[in-house]
């Protein structure tokens, strides 16, 4: 029954129990005339003003503290729910705020969650004085949430607001809901998979540190360089990179440190300046220039004929080539038709011919071959290039003229040297055997000599 039906039902007995009241004194009293005259009986008389007055009698009270049919007896409390002026201030029923035994529904906090959730609303009921009661008998408030799978909070959401919880360290790190179902969630790490770090930047062995021992991740990368300070980019020098394995970093690939200055337009030792470096070419004096070597000039006996830089000065002109006993020319007739004092027709060409650009040394042996009463002869001829300076030795036996010959002729001079013996008409054989030497002196040539052997003098 709601509130509005109770308190009409309650108004309506007690309208009927005083009017009951009523009609009972009505009908073992006296008389309730208005006017002048008084009556007495034993339950009471009529006042002069037509109302019951107190003497003689007490009239019965019905439903309050009130005579019928006379003026109610004034009390201090008004009491609520008998529409009767219980304190006679002329208001019925005043300052009451409900009929007593009344209840209503109630809800002392947020009407907005009422109903949502956990939260239900109470009731209060009406006491004897028609005040509410203060206390809201059954209400559910609003109240912290817990994992109970109720809305504890009464925001239209169940066991919210835990989130996540995490347990555990490295790989072996768990991160599981806090709340699930209802109930809390145990969490419960991994174990490590791996007790041994691998430097890849994870904690394998879940002790709350990562790559321990560990210099590097494996497969990172970084410049590398060591050679001195500040010659990084200088010249040819250039840093490397180094790859980590396993957590350590391997070697510098690829880096150029310092090293010595060579001749060719290049800083080796990466200070800044190029075509520092000295040249050491063999048999030769050399400068560095130009980003490379040059021959300046060539150490005596020597000649640079190739074009070759590196090799240096690469012809020798002297040696140990022009010791004895030397190239053997060979055995030839040098009297009769080929010597002096014999007919002849002419002169003939050379019957050897060497060439070379270094001393040497030859042997030849002229023959009497002839019954002509002759010398036994032979002519060197030595065909020298211009400037270098070749001399020509001729040694023999005891039969020629003069067993020791050399021209000494200057540079780029040719040299004859003509030897001969004596012949003896028959007597027995008067051929020599000659050594032939071609001596460098001096000078500088590309070109080669000629050494010619003549068998007449012409």
Request: charged share 20%; aromatic share 6%; hydrophobic share 25%.
């Amino acid at each position: 029954m709601n509130s509005s039906r109770l308190r009409f039902s309650l108004r309506r007995t007690a309208s009927l129990t005083f009017g009951l009241a009523l009609l009972g004194a009505c009908a073992d009293g006296g008389d309730l005339t208005g006017g002048g005259g008084s009556s007495s009986s034993s339950e009471g008389g009529r006042g002069e003003d037509g109302t019951r007055d107190g003497g003689g009698g007490s009239a019965s009270n019905f439903g309050g503290n009130s005579n019928l049919g006379g003026q109610a007896e004034c009390g201090d409390t008004e009491l609520c729910g008998d529409n009767v002026d219980n304190n006679c201030d002329g208001a019925t029923d005043e300052d009451c705020e409900c009929d007593p035994g009344e209840l209503r529904e109630c809800y002392t906090g947020d009407m907005a969650v009422a109903g949502i959730g956990a939260c239900v609303r109470g009731s209060q009921d009406c006491d004897e004085f028609g005040k509410w009661s203060a206390i809201c008998q059954g209400e559910v408030l609003p109240s912290d949430e817990t994992c109970d799978g109720e809305d504890n909070d009464c925001d239209g959401a169940v066991d919210d607001g835990f989130g996540d919880i995490s347990c555990g360290q490295g790989l072996c790190m768990v991160t599981v809901p806090a709340c699930e179902n209802g109930a809390p969630v145990e969490c419960v790490p991994l174990d490590p998979e791996d007790p041994v770090e691998d430097c890849e930047g994870e904690d394998d062995d879940c002790d709350g540190t990562a790559d321990e021992g560990c210099l590097c991740e494996t497969g990172e990368t970084q410049p590398c360089y060591s050679g001195p300070a500040g010659t990084t980019g200088v010249g040819i020098c250039a840093a490397g990179t180094q790859t980590c394995t396993n957590g350590q970093w391997g070697n510098c690939v690829g880096e150029v440190t310092p090293g010595t200055e060579s001749c060719d337009a290049l800083d080796q030792d990466c200070d800044g300046n190029a075509n520092e470096g000295s040249c050491s070419l063999p048999n030769a004096t050399s400068t560095c220039s130009g980003g490379g070597c040059n021959i300046s000039s060539c150490n005596t006996g020597w000649d640079h004929c190739d074009n070759s830089i590196p090799n240096g000065c690469e012809l020798q002109h002297s040696g140990a080539s022009n010791s004895a006993p030397g190239q053997n020319l060979g055995d030839f007739a040098a009297d009769a038709a080929y010597g002096f004092g014999c007919a002849s027709d002419g002169c003939e060409g050379p019957i050897v011919t060497q060439t070379g650009t270094r001393g040497k040394f030859f042997n030849i042996s002229a023959l009497e071959d002839s019954s002509c009463c002759a010398y036994v002869s032979l002519r060197f001829e030595l065909v020298v290039p211009p400037g270098v300076d070749y001399d020509l030795h001729v040694t023999g036996n005891a039969c020629m003229a003069d067993p020791g010959f050399q021209s000494l002729n200057g540079a780029g001079l040719n040299e004859v040297i003509t030897v001969w013996c004596e012949d003896d008409c028959g007597g027995g054989d008067t051929g020599f055997d000659a050594g032939i030497e071609v001596r460098y002196y001096g000078g500088h040539s590309c070109d080669p000599w000629t050494l010619n052997v003549y068998r007449r003098e012409c």
